[in-house]
Protein backbone atom coordinates (compact mmCIF):
# COMPACT_ATOMS: atom_id res chain seq x y z
CA UNK A 1 0.00 0.00 0.00
CA UNK A 2 1.56 3.75 -1.30
CA UNK A 3 0.97 5.95 1.58
CA UNK A 4 -1.32 8.63 0.27
CA UNK A 5 -1.90 12.26 1.78
CA UNK A 6 -0.37 15.18 1.35
CA UNK A 7 2.44 13.46 0.21
CA UNK A 8 1.38 11.79 -3.02
CA UNK A 9 3.66 8.48 -4.49
CA UNK A 10 3.69 10.91 -7.62
CA UNK A 11 5.36 13.93 -5.58
CA UNK A 12 8.67 13.87 -5.76
CA UNK A 13 11.09 13.56 -3.47
CA UNK A 14 11.50 16.39 -0.85
CA UNK A 15 14.51 17.62 1.48
CA UNK A 16 13.93 18.99 4.79
CA UNK A 17 16.66 21.86 6.39
CA UNK A 18 17.28 21.80 10.04
CA UNK A 19 15.20 24.32 10.85
CA UNK A 20 12.26 22.35 9.36
CA UNK A 21 13.27 19.15 10.85
CA UNK A 22 13.28 21.55 14.23
CA UNK A 23 9.91 23.04 13.37
CA UNK A 24 8.63 18.84 13.76
CA UNK A 25 10.38 18.58 16.77
CA UNK A 26 8.98 21.39 18.61
CA UNK A 27 5.44 21.00 17.27
CA UNK A 28 5.08 23.05 14.58
CA UNK A 29 4.08 20.82 11.74
CA UNK A 30 3.20 23.83 9.49
CA UNK A 31 6.30 25.29 9.40
CA UNK A 32 8.01 21.79 8.40
CA UNK A 33 5.97 20.84 5.92
CA UNK A 34 4.14 23.86 4.85
CA UNK A 35 1.15 24.40 2.51
CA UNK A 36 -1.52 21.70 2.97
CA UNK A 37 -0.58 21.60 6.96
CA UNK A 38 -2.49 25.26 7.67
CA UNK A 39 -5.24 23.20 9.69
CA UNK A 40 -2.10 22.34 12.03
CA UNK A 41 -1.64 25.44 13.10
CA UNK A 42 -5.02 25.05 15.57
CA UNK A 43 -3.26 22.04 17.16
CA UNK A 44 -2.57 22.25 20.98
CA UNK A 45 -0.63 19.36 20.98
CA UNK A 46 1.09 17.80 17.81
CA UNK A 47 2.12 14.53 17.25
CA UNK A 48 5.92 15.60 16.85
CA UNK A 49 9.39 13.07 18.55
CA UNK A 50 11.65 14.24 20.98
CA UNK A 51 13.41 17.63 21.19
CA UNK A 52 16.17 19.57 22.85
CA UNK A 53 19.04 16.84 23.17
CA UNK A 54 16.53 14.20 22.29
CA UNK A 55 16.16 15.51 18.90
CA UNK A 56 18.44 13.01 17.15
CA UNK A 57 17.71 13.76 13.57
CA UNK A 58 19.22 17.05 12.39
CA UNK A 59 17.97 17.28 8.77
CA UNK A 60 16.32 15.02 6.30
CA UNK A 61 18.23 15.25 3.22
CA UNK A 62 15.54 12.82 1.09
CA UNK A 63 11.99 12.07 1.76
CA UNK A 64 10.77 10.29 -1.28
CA UNK A 65 6.88 8.55 -1.24
CA UNK A 66 7.90 6.51 -4.08
CA UNK A 67 11.97 5.38 -3.41
CA UNK A 68 13.53 2.18 -1.56
CA UNK A 69 13.78 -1.05 -3.07
CA UNK A 70 9.85 -1.85 -3.24
CA UNK A 71 9.36 1.37 -4.50
CA UNK A 72 6.94 2.40 -1.53
CA UNK A 73 8.45 4.92 0.15
CA UNK A 74 12.28 5.87 1.71
CA UNK A 75 13.94 8.54 3.61
CA UNK A 76 17.11 9.28 4.43
CA UNK A 77 18.27 11.56 7.50
CA UNK A 78 21.70 13.21 8.60
CA UNK A 79 23.41 14.06 12.21
CA UNK A 80 27.05 15.55 12.67
CA UNK A 81 28.73 13.97 15.57
CA UNK A 82 30.44 16.46 17.83
CA UNK A 83 33.00 15.11 20.63
CA UNK A 84 30.97 16.97 22.53
CA UNK A 85 27.61 15.38 22.37
CA UNK A 86 26.08 14.83 25.68
CA UNK A 87 25.55 11.02 25.34
CA UNK A 88 29.31 10.13 25.79
CA UNK A 89 29.93 11.45 29.10
CA UNK A 90 27.60 8.72 30.33
CA UNK A 91 28.28 5.59 28.34
CA UNK A 92 30.67 4.75 29.19
CA UNK A 93 33.74 6.06 31.32
CA UNK A 94 37.00 5.30 29.34
CA UNK A 95 34.79 3.96 26.31
CA UNK A 96 32.77 6.61 24.90
CA UNK A 97 30.00 6.04 22.51
CA UNK A 98 26.59 6.73 21.53
CA UNK A 99 24.55 3.88 23.14
CA UNK A 100 22.53 1.30 20.59
CA UNK A 101 19.04 2.35 22.49
CA UNK A 102 19.47 6.40 20.65
CA UNK A 103 20.79 4.81 17.58
CA UNK A 104 17.55 2.58 17.74
CA UNK A 105 15.30 5.75 18.48
CA UNK A 106 16.61 7.63 15.85
CA UNK A 107 15.59 5.21 13.21
CA UNK A 108 12.04 5.77 15.27
CA UNK A 109 12.34 9.39 14.95
CA UNK A 110 13.05 8.96 11.31
CA UNK A 111 10.08 6.92 10.80
CA UNK A 112 7.80 8.99 12.79
CA UNK A 113 8.80 11.79 10.60
CA UNK A 114 7.71 9.42 7.21
CA UNK A 115 4.66 8.86 8.30
CA UNK A 116 4.00 12.49 9.31
CA UNK A 117 4.69 13.79 6.44
CA UNK A 118 2.21 11.19 4.59
CA UNK A 119 -0.45 14.21 6.23
CA UNK A 120 -1.82 11.78 8.46
CA UNK A 121 -1.23 13.98 11.54
CA UNK A 122 -3.22 16.91 10.53
CA UNK A 123 -6.16 15.84 11.46
CA UNK A 124 -4.93 14.01 14.68
CA UNK A 125 -4.32 16.59 17.23
CA UNK A 126 -3.11 15.33 20.48
CA UNK A 127 -2.11 11.51 19.42
CA UNK A 128 1.41 10.33 19.44
CA UNK A 129 3.88 8.22 18.19
CA UNK A 130 5.03 4.96 19.85
CA UNK A 131 6.60 1.18 19.03
CA UNK A 132 3.91 -1.24 17.84
CA UNK A 133 3.71 -3.81 20.86
CA UNK A 134 3.98 -7.84 20.10
CA UNK A 135 6.06 -7.18 17.21
CA UNK A 136 10.09 -8.61 17.41
CA UNK A 137 12.27 -6.83 15.74
CA UNK A 138 15.41 -8.73 14.47
CA UNK A 139 18.46 -6.08 15.02
CA UNK A 140 21.61 -6.73 13.98
CA UNK A 141 24.57 -3.94 15.52
CA UNK A 142 28.09 -4.07 13.65
CA UNK A 143 29.67 -0.98 14.42
CA UNK A 144 29.68 2.11 16.76
CA UNK A 145 29.12 6.10 17.14
CA UNK A 146 32.56 7.55 19.09
CA UNK A 147 33.43 10.94 19.61
CA UNK A 148 35.65 10.45 16.93
CA UNK A 149 33.18 9.90 14.01
CA UNK A 150 31.69 12.62 11.46
CA UNK A 151 28.20 11.66 10.36
CA UNK A 152 25.47 9.44 11.74
CA UNK A 153 22.92 8.44 8.19
CA UNK A 154 19.18 7.17 9.22
CA UNK A 155 17.98 5.21 6.41
CA UNK A 156 14.32 4.28 6.51
CA UNK A 157 12.94 1.98 3.51
CA UNK A 158 9.32 1.34 3.48
CA UNK A 159 7.36 -1.51 3.29
CA UNK A 160 4.03 -0.61 4.23
CA UNK A 161 1.63 2.23 5.20
CA UNK A 162 -1.42 1.28 6.93
CA UNK A 163 -4.62 3.29 8.52
CA UNK A 164 -4.37 6.80 7.33
CA UNK A 165 -8.42 7.28 6.80
CA UNK A 166 -10.09 8.94 9.85
CA UNK A 167 -10.69 7.27 12.63
CA UNK A 168 -8.20 4.69 12.00
CA UNK A 169 -4.33 4.60 13.67
CA UNK A 170 -1.73 5.10 11.55
CA UNK A 171 0.93 2.67 10.71
CA UNK A 172 4.36 2.19 9.32
CA UNK A 173 5.89 -0.89 8.63
CA UNK A 174 9.96 -0.39 7.31
CA UNK A 175 13.24 -1.81 7.51
CA UNK A 176 15.55 0.89 9.06
CA UNK A 177 19.47 1.38 8.27
CA UNK A 178 22.27 3.39 10.03
CA UNK A 179 25.75 4.36 8.73
CA UNK A 180 28.54 5.94 10.43
CA UNK A 181 30.91 7.30 7.76
CA UNK A 182 29.84 5.27 5.24
CA UNK A 183 30.09 2.00 7.57
CA UNK A 184 26.93 0.28 7.85
CA UNK A 185 26.42 -0.24 11.63
CA UNK A 186 22.97 -1.17 12.73
CA UNK A 187 20.04 -2.62 10.93
CA UNK A 188 16.66 -3.78 12.08
CA UNK A 189 14.25 -5.72 10.01
CA UNK A 190 10.26 -5.31 10.50
CA UNK A 191 10.14 -2.59 12.69
CA UNK A 192 6.79 -0.93 12.68
CA UNK A 193 5.33 2.74 14.47
CA UNK A 194 2.24 3.44 14.62
CA UNK A 195 0.27 6.66 15.60
CA UNK A 196 -2.14 6.05 18.20
CA UNK A 197 -4.86 8.47 20.31
CA UNK A 198 -3.61 10.53 23.70
CA UNK A 199 -5.11 13.24 25.32
CA UNK A 200 -3.11 16.39 26.71
CA UNK A 201 -4.11 16.72 29.92
CA UNK A 202 -2.50 13.33 30.97
CA UNK A 203 0.64 14.82 29.97
CA UNK A 204 0.21 18.16 31.73
CA UNK A 205 -1.91 17.93 34.70
CA UNK A 206 0.97 17.12 37.02
CA UNK A 207 3.69 19.62 35.60
CA UNK A 208 2.04 22.43 37.71
CA UNK A 209 -0.73 24.22 39.95
CA UNK A 210 -4.15 25.53 38.49
CA UNK A 211 -3.13 28.29 36.51
CA UNK A 212 -5.14 31.20 34.99
CA UNK A 213 -4.07 33.68 31.84
CA UNK A 214 -4.14 36.83 33.87
CA UNK A 215 -3.11 39.27 30.75
CA UNK A 216 -3.42 39.26 27.29
CA UNK A 217 0.28 37.98 26.71
CA UNK A 218 -0.12 34.34 25.98
CA UNK A 219 0.78 31.53 28.46
CA UNK A 220 1.40 27.80 27.43
CA UNK A 221 -1.39 25.52 27.20
CA UNK A 222 0.60 22.48 29.48
CA UNK A 223 0.75 25.44 32.12
CA UNK A 224 -2.82 26.11 32.09
CA UNK A 225 -3.64 22.82 32.13
CA UNK A 226 -1.61 22.39 35.56
CA UNK A 227 -3.62 20.31 38.44
CA UNK A 228 -0.88 19.61 40.93
CA UNK A 229 -2.00 20.50 44.62
CA UNK A 230 -5.68 20.91 42.98
CA UNK A 231 -8.06 21.36 46.27
CA UNK A 232 -11.93 21.82 45.71
CA UNK A 233 -12.38 25.12 47.43
CA UNK A 234 -16.40 24.65 47.07
CA UNK A 235 -18.74 20.98 47.57
CA UNK A 236 -18.83 19.48 44.33
CA UNK A 237 -21.82 16.66 42.66
CA UNK A 238 -21.40 13.20 43.04
CA UNK A 239 -23.23 10.77 41.40
CA UNK A 240 -22.49 7.17 41.23
CA UNK A 241 -19.30 7.33 42.90
CA UNK A 242 -17.95 10.16 40.10
CA UNK A 243 -16.92 13.34 41.05
CA UNK A 244 -17.90 16.58 38.83
CA UNK A 245 -14.88 18.86 40.22
CA UNK A 246 -12.60 20.81 38.26
CA UNK A 247 -10.49 17.89 36.92
CA UNK A 248 -13.28 16.58 35.32
CA UNK A 249 -14.82 20.11 33.81
CA UNK A 250 -10.93 20.15 32.49
CA UNK A 251 -11.01 16.67 31.61
CA UNK A 252 -13.97 17.16 29.27
CA UNK A 253 -11.97 19.86 27.18
CA UNK A 254 -8.61 17.99 26.86
CA UNK A 255 -8.54 14.58 28.74
CA UNK A 256 -9.64 11.05 28.28
CA UNK A 257 -13.25 11.45 27.74
CA UNK A 258 -14.30 9.01 30.57
CA UNK A 259 -12.45 11.06 33.15
CA UNK A 260 -14.96 13.68 32.03
CA UNK A 261 -18.26 11.69 32.60
CA UNK A 262 -17.35 8.22 33.41
CA UNK A 263 -16.82 4.55 32.58
CA UNK A 264 -19.98 4.91 29.92
CA UNK A 265 -17.49 7.20 27.90
CA UNK A 266 -14.73 4.96 27.52
CA UNK A 267 -15.84 3.93 23.99
CA UNK A 268 -14.61 7.16 22.97
CA UNK A 269 -10.94 6.74 25.05
CA UNK A 270 -9.82 5.54 21.60
CA UNK A 271 -9.94 7.36 18.18
CA UNK A 272 -13.69 8.26 18.25
CA UNK A 273 -14.48 12.36 19.28
CA UNK A 274 -17.11 13.23 21.32
CA UNK A 275 -18.37 17.20 21.95
CA UNK A 276 -15.81 18.76 24.21
CA UNK A 277 -15.79 21.65 26.38
CA UNK A 278 -13.55 24.81 25.74
CA UNK A 279 -10.07 24.79 26.76
CA UNK A 280 -8.09 27.39 28.90
CA UNK A 281 -8.21 30.17 28.34
CA UNK A 282 -12.24 30.23 27.01
CA UNK A 283 -13.00 27.67 29.75
CA UNK A 284 -15.39 28.83 32.52
CA UNK A 285 -16.51 26.03 34.66
CA UNK A 286 -15.11 25.55 37.90
CA UNK A 287 -17.20 22.59 39.14
CA UNK A 288 -20.47 21.36 39.09
CA UNK A 289 -21.87 21.68 42.46
CA UNK A 290 -25.98 19.92 41.71
CA UNK A 291 -27.05 18.22 38.80
CA UNK A 292 -30.84 16.31 38.53
CA UNK A 293 -31.24 13.05 36.35
CA UNK A 294 -29.52 10.11 36.19
CA UNK A 295 -26.12 10.31 34.07
CA UNK A 296 -26.12 8.84 30.36
CA UNK A 297 -30.42 9.11 29.81
CA UNK A 298 -30.94 11.57 27.38
CA UNK A 299 -34.23 12.94 29.22
CA UNK A 300 -36.22 16.22 29.63
CA UNK A 301 -36.02 18.04 33.26
CA UNK A 302 -32.32 17.08 33.48
CA UNK A 303 -30.44 19.76 35.07
CA UNK A 304 -27.24 21.50 36.07
CA UNK A 305 -25.83 23.43 38.51
CA UNK A 306 -22.41 24.85 37.73
CA UNK A 307 -19.99 27.24 39.28
CA UNK A 308 -17.65 29.75 37.54
CA UNK A 309 -14.75 30.98 40.16
CA UNK A 310 -14.01 34.70 38.97
CA UNK A 311 -10.46 35.44 38.70
CA UNK A 312 -9.17 38.35 40.36
CA UNK A 313 -6.54 39.40 37.04
CA UNK A 314 -7.75 37.65 34.34
CA UNK A 315 -7.06 38.30 30.53
CA UNK A 316 -10.26 39.30 29.74
CA UNK A 317 -10.40 42.34 32.50
CA UNK A 318 -7.25 43.20 31.32
CA UNK A 319 -8.25 42.92 27.49
CA UNK A 320 -11.28 44.28 27.89
CA UNK A 321 -11.07 48.54 27.30
CA UNK A 322 -12.98 48.45 30.94
CA UNK A 323 -11.83 45.77 33.55
CA UNK A 324 -15.76 44.18 33.20
CA UNK A 325 -16.53 40.37 31.79
CA UNK A 326 -17.10 41.22 27.77
CA UNK A 327 -20.25 39.99 26.63
CA UNK A 328 -18.81 37.05 24.46
CA UNK A 329 -17.27 35.78 27.66
CA UNK A 330 -20.09 36.35 29.40
CA UNK A 331 -22.29 34.14 26.86
CA UNK A 332 -19.75 31.75 27.18
CA UNK A 333 -20.05 31.09 30.55
CA UNK A 334 -23.67 30.72 30.26
CA UNK A 335 -23.09 28.34 27.39
CA UNK A 336 -20.97 26.15 28.36
CA UNK A 337 -23.34 24.43 31.40
CA UNK A 338 -25.79 23.67 28.51
CA UNK A 339 -22.79 21.79 26.46
CA UNK A 340 -21.67 20.03 29.53
CA UNK A 341 -25.26 18.64 30.46
CA UNK A 342 -25.75 17.61 26.78
CA UNK A 343 -22.92 15.24 27.29
CA UNK A 344 -23.36 14.44 30.56
CA UNK A 345 -27.02 13.35 29.58
CA UNK A 346 -25.11 10.54 27.03
CA UNK A 347 -27.46 12.50 24.04
CA UNK A 348 -24.70 11.05 21.31
CA UNK A 349 -24.11 7.69 22.98
CA UNK A 350 -25.99 5.64 21.26
CA UNK A 351 -24.91 6.80 17.72
CA UNK A 352 -22.18 5.21 15.64
CA UNK A 353 -20.91 8.82 14.46
CA UNK A 354 -19.02 11.10 15.47
CA UNK A 355 -21.38 14.06 16.04
CA UNK A 356 -20.35 17.99 15.93
CA UNK A 357 -22.24 20.01 19.11
CA UNK A 358 -23.08 23.52 18.42
CA UNK A 359 -24.76 26.23 19.51
CA UNK A 360 -27.95 27.48 17.50
CA UNK A 361 -29.94 29.92 18.74
CA UNK A 362 -30.54 32.15 21.77
CA UNK A 363 -32.79 35.16 23.38
CA UNK A 364 -31.81 36.55 26.92
CA UNK A 365 -31.84 39.09 28.99
CA UNK A 366 -28.47 40.87 30.96
CA UNK A 367 -29.65 42.60 33.77
CA UNK A 368 -25.70 43.14 34.93
CA UNK A 369 -21.91 43.33 34.62
CA UNK A 370 -19.13 41.19 36.07
CA UNK A 371 -16.48 43.24 37.22
CA UNK A 372 -13.04 42.13 39.38
CA UNK A 373 -14.15 41.58 42.85
CA UNK A 374 -17.00 39.19 41.70
CA UNK A 375 -16.71 36.19 43.22
CA UNK A 376 -19.04 33.42 41.57
CA UNK A 377 -21.33 32.99 38.85
CA UNK A 378 -23.97 30.39 39.66
CA UNK A 379 -25.15 28.79 36.32
CA UNK A 380 -28.11 26.53 36.38
CA UNK A 381 -29.69 24.97 33.29
CA UNK A 382 -32.57 22.74 32.13
CA UNK A 383 -33.04 20.53 29.13
CA UNK A 384 -36.73 21.34 27.99
CA UNK A 385 -36.60 20.00 24.60
CA UNK A 386 -34.83 16.89 22.75
CA UNK A 387 -35.56 16.66 18.99
CA UNK A 388 -34.24 13.92 16.76
CA UNK A 389 -34.04 13.97 13.23
CA UNK A 390 -31.58 10.83 11.54
CA UNK A 391 -28.70 11.49 13.44
CA UNK A 392 -29.07 15.23 14.29
CA UNK A 393 -30.28 15.98 17.43
CA UNK A 394 -31.68 19.28 18.35
CA UNK A 395 -31.77 20.42 21.98
CA UNK A 396 -33.57 23.17 24.06
CA UNK A 397 -32.10 24.57 27.27
CA UNK A 398 -33.59 27.27 29.67
CA UNK A 399 -30.81 29.02 31.83
CA UNK A 400 -30.58 31.27 34.54
CA UNK A 401 -27.23 32.45 35.69
CA UNK A 402 -26.26 34.67 39.01
CA UNK A 403 -23.55 36.82 40.39
CA UNK A 404 -23.10 36.19 43.46
CA UNK A 405 -26.50 35.54 44.40
CA UNK A 406 -27.56 38.44 42.28
CA UNK A 407 -29.81 37.68 38.67
CA UNK A 408 -27.25 38.43 36.08
CA UNK A 409 -28.44 36.72 32.69
CA UNK A 410 -31.32 34.62 32.06
CA UNK A 411 -31.76 32.92 28.43
CA UNK A 412 -33.02 30.45 26.41
CA UNK A 413 -30.61 29.05 23.80
CA UNK A 414 -31.06 25.79 21.42
CA UNK A 415 -27.82 23.48 20.60
CA UNK A 416 -27.31 20.56 18.48
CA UNK A 417 -25.85 17.35 17.37
CA UNK A 418 -24.69 17.45 13.56
CA UNK A 419 -22.62 14.57 11.26
CA UNK A 420 -20.31 16.81 10.05
CA UNK A 421 -21.03 16.58 6.55
CA UNK A 422 -23.79 18.59 7.80
CA UNK A 423 -21.37 21.85 7.18
CA UNK A 424 -19.92 20.78 4.36
CA UNK A 425 -21.72 22.77 2.36
CA UNK A 426 -23.23 25.15 4.70
CA UNK A 427 -26.38 27.40 3.09
CA UNK A 428 -26.06 30.22 5.86
CA UNK A 429 -28.66 32.19 6.35
CA UNK A 430 -30.07 33.03 3.34
CA UNK A 431 -29.65 36.82 1.96
CA UNK A 432 -31.91 38.47 -0.77
CA UNK A 433 -29.95 40.12 -3.65
CA UNK A 434 -29.74 43.01 -1.97
CA UNK A 435 -28.41 41.72 1.15
CA UNK A 436 -25.65 39.63 -0.83
CA UNK A 437 -24.43 42.89 -2.72
CA UNK A 438 -24.07 44.76 0.53
CA UNK A 439 -20.60 43.18 1.99
CA UNK A 440 -18.92 44.54 -1.50
CA UNK A 441 -21.09 47.56 -1.55
CA UNK A 442 -18.31 50.26 -2.61
CA UNK A 443 -16.96 52.77 0.69
CA UNK A 444 -13.86 55.22 1.16
CA UNK A 445 -14.40 54.69 4.38
CA UNK A 446 -11.42 52.83 5.42
CA UNK A 447 -9.66 52.20 9.25
CA UNK A 448 -7.05 49.39 9.72
CA UNK A 449 -7.57 48.64 13.49
CA UNK A 450 -4.49 46.49 13.31
CA UNK A 451 -2.27 50.07 13.85
CA UNK A 452 -4.48 50.80 17.11
CA UNK A 453 -4.98 54.67 15.76
CA UNK A 454 -5.63 56.50 18.91
CA UNK A 455 -9.23 57.99 18.37
CA UNK A 456 -10.81 54.59 19.01
CA UNK A 457 -7.74 52.70 21.13
CA UNK A 458 -6.30 55.77 23.55
CA UNK A 459 -9.43 57.17 25.63
CA UNK A 460 -11.11 55.94 28.32
CA UNK A 461 -13.58 54.62 26.19
CA UNK A 462 -11.88 52.43 23.99
CA UNK A 463 -11.94 49.25 21.52
CA UNK A 464 -10.15 46.48 23.11
CA UNK A 465 -6.54 44.78 23.09
CA UNK A 466 -5.35 42.60 21.01
CA UNK A 467 -6.17 39.00 22.26
CA UNK A 468 -10.31 40.04 22.11
CA UNK A 469 -10.12 42.50 19.64
CA UNK A 470 -12.20 40.53 16.60
CA UNK A 471 -12.02 42.72 13.84
CA UNK A 472 -8.87 43.56 11.35
CA UNK A 473 -10.28 46.52 9.85
CA UNK A 474 -13.36 48.66 9.23
CA UNK A 475 -14.23 49.12 5.03
CA UNK A 476 -17.47 50.94 4.91
CA UNK A 477 -19.81 53.52 7.55
CA UNK A 478 -22.73 54.93 5.73
CA UNK A 479 -23.49 57.42 8.27
CA UNK A 480 -27.75 57.95 7.38
CA UNK A 481 -28.00 53.87 5.92
CA UNK A 482 -30.08 51.70 7.47
CA UNK A 483 -34.17 51.24 8.00
CA UNK A 484 -33.72 53.81 10.99
CA UNK A 485 -31.61 56.02 9.10
CA UNK A 486 -28.98 55.84 11.77
CA UNK A 487 -26.15 54.05 10.12
CA UNK A 488 -25.00 50.89 8.85
CA UNK A 489 -21.29 49.62 9.30
CA UNK A 490 -18.88 47.02 7.29
CA UNK A 491 -16.02 45.41 9.03
CA UNK A 492 -13.52 42.31 8.14
CA UNK A 493 -11.26 39.95 10.03
CA UNK A 494 -8.88 37.95 8.30
CA UNK A 495 -9.17 34.35 9.69
CA UNK A 496 -5.74 33.44 10.77
CA UNK A 497 -5.91 29.40 11.74
CA UNK A 498 -3.25 29.52 14.41
CA UNK A 499 -5.59 32.56 16.32
CA UNK A 500 -5.99 30.83 20.20
CA UNK A 501 -9.64 30.51 20.25
CA UNK A 502 -8.96 28.05 17.53
CA UNK A 503 -7.01 26.16 19.60
CA UNK A 504 -9.47 26.55 22.77
CA UNK A 505 -12.75 26.18 21.27
CA UNK A 506 -12.69 22.82 20.51
CA UNK A 507 -9.82 20.29 21.43
CA UNK A 508 -9.79 18.28 17.51
CA UNK A 509 -12.66 20.01 16.20
CA UNK A 510 -11.30 24.07 16.26
CA UNK A 511 -14.13 26.23 15.30
CA UNK A 512 -14.24 30.41 15.93
CA UNK A 513 -16.86 30.53 19.28
CA UNK A 514 -19.82 31.99 18.12
CA UNK A 515 -19.99 34.50 21.05
CA UNK A 516 -16.65 35.83 19.51
CA UNK A 517 -18.87 36.50 16.52
CA UNK A 518 -20.82 38.09 18.51
CA UNK A 519 -18.04 40.02 20.54
CA UNK A 520 -17.03 40.98 16.64
CA UNK A 521 -20.50 42.59 16.01
CA UNK A 522 -20.15 44.48 19.82
CA UNK A 523 -17.18 45.74 18.75
CA UNK A 524 -18.28 47.65 15.43
CA UNK A 525 -20.87 48.77 17.58
CA UNK A 526 -18.36 50.38 19.93
CA UNK A 527 -16.88 51.77 17.01
CA UNK A 528 -19.86 53.35 15.48
CA UNK A 529 -20.28 55.11 19.00
CA UNK A 530 -16.62 56.51 19.21
CA UNK A 531 -17.12 57.61 15.31
CA UNK A 532 -20.14 59.56 16.27
CA UNK A 533 -18.50 60.88 19.71
CA UNK A 534 -21.64 59.26 21.95
CA UNK A 535 -19.40 59.90 25.05
CA UNK A 536 -18.72 63.45 24.53
CA UNK A 537 -20.96 64.72 27.18
CA UNK A 538 -19.06 62.52 30.13
CA UNK A 539 -15.82 63.29 31.82
CA UNK A 540 -14.20 59.28 31.88
CA UNK A 541 -16.92 57.72 29.86
CA UNK A 542 -16.44 53.74 29.81
CA UNK A 543 -18.69 50.79 27.35
CA UNK A 544 -21.12 49.33 29.70
CA UNK A 545 -20.86 45.54 28.04
CA UNK A 546 -25.30 46.24 27.46
CA UNK A 547 -27.73 47.65 28.33
CA UNK A 548 -29.18 46.40 31.01
CA UNK A 549 -32.76 44.98 30.46
CA UNK A 550 -32.63 44.83 27.00
CA UNK A 551 -33.28 41.35 25.07
CA UNK A 552 -30.42 40.11 22.73
CA UNK A 553 -31.44 37.20 20.46
CA UNK A 554 -28.61 35.24 17.87
CA UNK A 555 -29.22 32.41 15.08
CA UNK A 556 -25.85 30.52 13.74
CA UNK A 557 -26.32 28.75 11.16
CA UNK A 558 -23.11 28.03 9.74
CA UNK A 559 -19.50 28.20 11.65
CA UNK A 560 -15.60 29.71 10.92
CA UNK A 561 -13.27 27.10 11.22
CA UNK A 562 -9.04 27.51 10.31
CA UNK A 563 -10.37 27.06 6.42
CA UNK A 564 -11.93 29.95 6.14
CA UNK A 565 -10.33 33.05 4.87
CA UNK A 566 -12.22 36.16 6.01
CA UNK A 567 -15.01 37.18 8.24
CA UNK A 568 -17.01 40.00 7.27
CA UNK A 569 -19.36 41.74 9.91
CA UNK A 570 -22.22 44.21 9.40
CA UNK A 571 -23.97 46.47 11.19
CA UNK A 572 -27.32 48.50 11.27
CA UNK A 573 -28.20 50.96 13.76
CA UNK A 574 -31.38 50.56 15.03
CA UNK A 575 -31.88 53.19 18.04
CA UNK A 576 -29.97 55.52 19.47
CA UNK A 577 -30.98 57.35 22.74
CA UNK A 578 -30.12 58.85 26.51
CA UNK A 579 -30.89 57.22 29.88
CA UNK A 580 -29.88 58.80 33.24
CA UNK A 581 -26.71 56.61 33.37
CA UNK A 582 -25.33 57.40 29.99
CA UNK A 583 -25.98 57.75 25.91
CA UNK A 584 -26.97 54.40 24.01
CA UNK A 585 -26.82 52.66 20.95
CA UNK A 586 -28.81 49.43 20.17
CA UNK A 587 -27.82 47.15 16.44
CA UNK A 588 -28.63 44.28 14.19
CA UNK A 589 -25.83 42.55 12.97
CA UNK A 590 -24.99 40.06 10.69
CA UNK A 591 -21.74 37.90 10.03
CA UNK A 592 -20.23 36.37 6.71
CA UNK A 593 -17.89 33.39 6.15
CA UNK A 594 -16.39 34.05 3.01
CA UNK A 595 -19.25 35.11 1.46
CA UNK A 596 -22.16 32.96 3.36
CA UNK A 597 -24.01 34.15 5.70
CA UNK A 598 -23.83 32.87 8.99
CA UNK A 599 -24.94 34.63 11.38
CA UNK A 600 -27.91 37.13 12.74
CA UNK A 601 -28.06 39.19 15.77
CA UNK A 602 -30.66 41.21 17.09
CA UNK A 603 -30.66 43.44 19.79
CA UNK A 604 -27.40 44.05 20.27
CA UNK A 605 -26.70 47.24 22.65
CA UNK A 606 -24.51 49.22 24.67
CA UNK A 607 -24.40 52.24 26.73
CA UNK A 608 -21.37 54.98 27.79
CA UNK A 609 -21.16 55.88 31.46
CA UNK A 610 -19.19 57.65 33.42
CA UNK A 611 -16.00 55.52 34.99
CA UNK A 612 -16.38 55.25 38.79
CA UNK A 613 -13.48 53.48 39.81
Not at 582 to 600: C, N, Q, S
Amino acid sequence: VRPPGPLQPSAPARSFAPEAVRAFTEGRPYDCFGPGWEPTRSHIRPPRTGDGRMRLLREVSVCDPSGGPWGRGYLRAETPIAPDDWFFEGHFTNDPCMPGTLMFEGCLQAMAFYLAATGCTVDRDGWRFEPAPDNPVPMVCRGQVTPDSRLLTYEVFVSEVSGLPAGSEPELRADVLCTVDGVKAFHARGVRLRLVPDWPLTHWRHLGPPTVQPTGDPVPHQVLAGLAGHRETAAVAEVQGFRYGFPAMLACAWGRPSEAFGAAYTPFDSARRPARLPGPPFHFMSRAVAVEGPPWVPRTGSAVVVEYDVPEQVWYFEQNGFPAMPLGVLMEVVLQAGGWLASYIGSALGHDADLLFRNLDGTGTILGEVRPGTRVLRTRTRLSDIAHNGDMIIETFEVECLADGEPLFTLTTVFGFFPPEAFENQTGLPPTADERRAPDEPSSFRVDLTARPDKYFGGPARLPGPMLLMLDRVTGYWPDAGRAGLGRLRAEKDVDPGEWFFKAHFFQDPVQPGSLGVQAMYQLLQFYALERGLGAGLRRPRFEPVLPGRELTWKYRGQVTPRNEKVTVELEITETGETESGPFAVAEGWLWADGTRIYHVAGLSLRLTEDDT
